[in-house]
């Protein structure tokens, strides 16, 4: 580990052929596992946590359900810190203060702790649902605290019927940068894309909670792994060649699949930043990155681009770590012709999930054919990548006839929490991990010669 | 560059003061002593971009960063190591990027020393595996550290075979300071002592050293850490057979953090007259491995001037094609001092 407590490792094949100008790489962030170690600024950030729990009428069927997000909720606030500032907000077709009641935040302590749980236990069930309208009394609630960590736990059990989707996007729009926060839907009359909107825009997670008597653990853990997090604000910063490079694309792609593509925000004349979010001891994550630059010759070596991994703060921008994506040119098609085994998997993940989305979609539409083709390409892709969790979940919405060449045939019988389960993970993805060393090669004219490209490498 | 840990500190042969590993006199009672050689780049060299440094719409403050490549344009700039020629009298020679690689990863380094028993020339050549991170950070401090080790103990007057174990030991442990198991810098290696009496080569990979004689005892020293000579010695692979073999160029054994121990190979070799010792990277012998062609290229010019007939093999072996880098060090034997000034040239 460096000083900074991260690393950035950098894997591809190097080698493009003449007139090559295509270059991709798997970028893997890792922080050091003892919390000690990660020290992006000297001083410690203070977190703020908001909990927004649905109050909407549905939440009263089954009764268990609200009785249940109270549990829930409690439970996350006995996770919250001492010292952490930190609210409870109730949504319905509105927002309202929980508690604080008058709309400001607790620091964290006992008394503190007891009083939210208490106020909580108070939350009745009445009302419609506006999901931009909660976002913004949070946003509000935030923005009065200059805490470093803002996070946000959203739940709801229905769609966003109150205001139009685009009141929605304006609202989550507003929030980008913000704070982050991970989306829970319960039971099974709320709509994926709608939270997977929010979750993403917002670098949090999103996932199903069929059963309300799920919620209490799922919370806890959420908050636990909230309080992890140490570092806040960390971008990737990518820099490219001034002339003839361009950034395709940088995806998150473990643990889920994130594009970031759109989030770049220009930090110089030859770099943009790509926002991570925050992040706690023990993490890695992978991204893969799709890089254009200018021909060179023959034999000639070029930085295609370097990410760098940078915390914004009062203080200033810190590097945290780097790696190089090189590109160098060869006549040897042996070399230029080899796809990274690492680049290879994540690429079949990112289409895993876009062929379960696709299907999924067909099938809602009645379009059984597509929803047939996608689902069992999907079946085929999470067998070849030993995607278990995911040909698990495939397994509950298909028949799977042959799972090598993905012969499928759609279940006639579906239950909803199957099919938004299979919807919402359907970007988790396993990891790639590094391939063991490669034969050696003193030299580079041969087939043992590697992919080349690690950290620092030049 | 990362510190490379002294085993034999150096001291004046004459007064027994500590000295640097490039001093040309000793500080203390002014001795002149042969210095070492090394293919680093050259002092006062600063790199620049071939391209943006030359075109006035490009800011001069396009710098080059710290790895070596142009903050503008992302080119890899020269770094010095394309193309060194050294030249210490008893022994030259000559490393080139070649036509195809992007850098030199190959590092030489050299050095002689005055010894009771006469005249010694010391070679250390490595070339950096190109599937290991930094190969060309890891050829030269194995390259310097060996040699520094070896002109401590020849001037101290150590066995020759015993310096070499040492030496390798030192460069091994150069290349685990410079890495971990998981990222290893890792080098070929291969050292020659030229003495008045033998020839003593140790080395760990595929890098190679030839004895070139117009008699008939021309012959390679060396043998290749490599699959294809592996399966040579098994019977597999019939040794006509080798140069074609895919598996000539994977190597079994390395210097690198990813090995435990350096696990060399040593030999001592009495030439039976004059002839001349080579040392080279694959870069050359891919080109013509055998003593006696190799002899035909280099001989009878070696003789007089060591460092125009290396010049001539890195030469051949460009003209041949250079798919990787060349490194080739020429000694004659025995080792016998003329009035010759030592210089560097870099080009």
């Known amino acids: 580990m460096t000083e900074s407590g991260f690393t950035v490792d950098v894997d591809q094949n190097p080698y493009l052929p003449e007139g090559g100008r295509d270059v991709s790489a798997i970028v893997t962030v890792t922080s050091a596992a003892d919390a000690a170690g990660l020290s992006a600024s000297s001083d410690s950030p203070t977190g703020a946590e908001i909990i927004i729990i649905d109050c909407s009428g549905s939440m009263d069927y089954p009764r268990t359900k609200i009785a249940e997000a109270r549990a829930a909720t409690a439970a996350a606030v006995d996770e919250v810190r001492d010292g952490v500032w930190f609210a409870v907000i109730a949504g319905t077709d509105e927002a309202k203060p929980v508690f604080p009641a008058d709309g400001t935040m607790a620091v964290a302590d006992a008394a503190a702790r007891a009083a939210a749980k208490r106020a909580v236990a108070g939350l009745r069930a009445k009302g419609g649902t506006a999901i931009g309208q909660w976002l913004e009394l949070a946003r509000e609630t935030f923005e009065s605290y200059p805490a470093k960590l803002r996070h946000a736990i959203l739940l709801t059990d229905g769609q966003n019927q109150h205001e139009s989707p685009e009141q929605l996007a304006a609202a989550v729009r507003e929030c980008e940068g913000v704070f982050s926060c991970d989306c829970r839907g319960v039971g099974t009359d709320w709509e994926v894309s709608e939270l997977r909107m929010i979750s993403t825009a917002l670098l949090g997670t999103v996932d199903i909670v069929p059963d309300p008597s799920g919620l209490k653990a799922d919370f806890a853990a959420m908050m636990e792994s909230a309080m992890g997090k140490q570092v806040a604000d960390v971008a990737l910063r990518v820099w490219t060649p001034a002339e003839g490079a361009a950034v395709k694309f940088v995806k998150q792609v473990a643990p889920a699949v994130e594009d970031l593509t759109g989030r770049r925000i220009p930090s110089g004349e030859q770099t943009g930043d790509y926002p991570t979010g925050a992040w706690g001891p023990g993490e890695s994550r992978d991204y893969h990155i799709g890089v254009e630059v200018a021909p060179g010759e023959i034999g000639q070596e070029r930085l295609a681009a370097r990410v760098s991994l940078v915390a914004h703060s009062s203080s200033g921008t810190e590097v945290l770590g780097k790696g190089l994506v090189r590109a160098e040119w060869t006549d040897d098609e042996a070399l230029s012709t080899k796809i990274n085994p690492r680049v290879a998997h994540y690429t079949g993940q990112a289409e895993l999930a876009a062929a379960i989305q696709e299907g999924l979609e067909a099938r809602r539409q009645g379009d059984d054919e597509t929803a047939t083709e996608k689902l069992g390409r999907a079946v085929a892709l999470a067998h070849k990548s030993g995607n278990e969790s995911t040909a698990k979940l495939l397994a509950k919405v298909v028949d799977v006839i042959d799972v090598e060449t993905g012969t499928v045939r759609l279940k006639k019988q579906v239950e909803d929490a199957d099919e938004m389960a299979l919807d919402t993970r359907s970007t988790k993805t396993v990891r790639a991990k590094k391939a063991t060393a490669p034969p050696r090669d003193g030299q580079i004219g041969h087939p043992g010669g590697s992919d080349g490209g690690m950290s620092e490498r030049a | ?347």
């Not at chain 2, 003061?17 to 040309?24: I, K, N, R, V, Y």
């Not at chain 2, 002092?43 to 070596?68: L, M, R, T």
């Not at chain 2, 142009?70 to 890899?76: A, F, L, N, V, Y």
Request: aromatic fraction near 4%; proline fraction near 8%.
């Open chain 2, 1 to 347: 560059m990362t510190a490379i840990p002294m085993d034999a500190a150096l001291s004046c042969p004459a007064c027994g003061e500590p000295l640097e590993a490039g001093d040309s006199f000793c500080e203390a009672c002014g001795k002149e002593l042969a210095p070492l050689a090394i293919s680093s780049n050259p002092p006062g060299f600063s790199p620049k971009c071939p391209v943006c440094s030359v075109d006035p719409s490009v800011s001069a403050s396009a710098g080059i960063s710290q790895e070596g490549y142009c903050e503008s344009c992302g080119r890899k700039v020269p770094t010095g190591r394309e193309h060194v020629e050294l030249d210490l009298g008893l022994l030259a020679g000559v490393t080139d990027r070649g036509l195809r690689h992007a850098r030199n990863e190959d590092a030489m380094a050299l050095a002689t020393a005055d010894t009771p028993g006469g005249p010694v020339a010391i070679a250390v050549v490595c070339d950096g595996v190109s599937t290991s991170p930094r190969p060309d950070d890891a050829s030269l401090a194995a390259a310097q550290a060996a040699v520094r080790t070896l002109l401590g103990l020849a001037r101290h007057g150590q066995d020759p075979a015993e310096a070499s174990l040492t030496a390798v030991r030192s460069a091994h442990r150069a290349l685990a300071s410079l890495g971990s198991p998981r990222q290893a810098p890792s080098a070929t290696y291969v050292s020659a002592v030229i003495g008045s009496d033998a020839v003593t080569v140790c080395w760990v990979g595929d890098s190679r050293v030839y004895w070139l004689s117009t008699g008939s005892d021309a012959t390679r020293l060396t043998t290749d850490d490599s699959l294809a000579e592996e399966m040579v010695a098994q019977g597999a692979l019939a040794e006509a057979d080798v140069m074609a073999s895919p598996q000539v160029h994977v190597i079994t054994r390395w210097l690198g953090a990813d090995r435990a121990e350096p696990q060399p190979h040593i030999a001592r070799f009495e030439p039976p007259g004059p002839g001349v010792v080579l040392v080279c990277t694959d870069g050359l012998w891919n080109y013509r491995s055998e003593a006696a062609g190799l002899t035909a290229l280099a001989l009878p010019a070696a003789f007089a001037d060591p460092l125009g007939a290396a010049d001539a093999l890195v030469t051949f072996a460009l003209d041949a094609g250079g798919a990787d880098n060349i490194t080739v060090v020429l000694a004659p034997f025995p080792p016998v001092r003329a009035e010759t000034s030592s210089r560097r040239t870099a080009s």
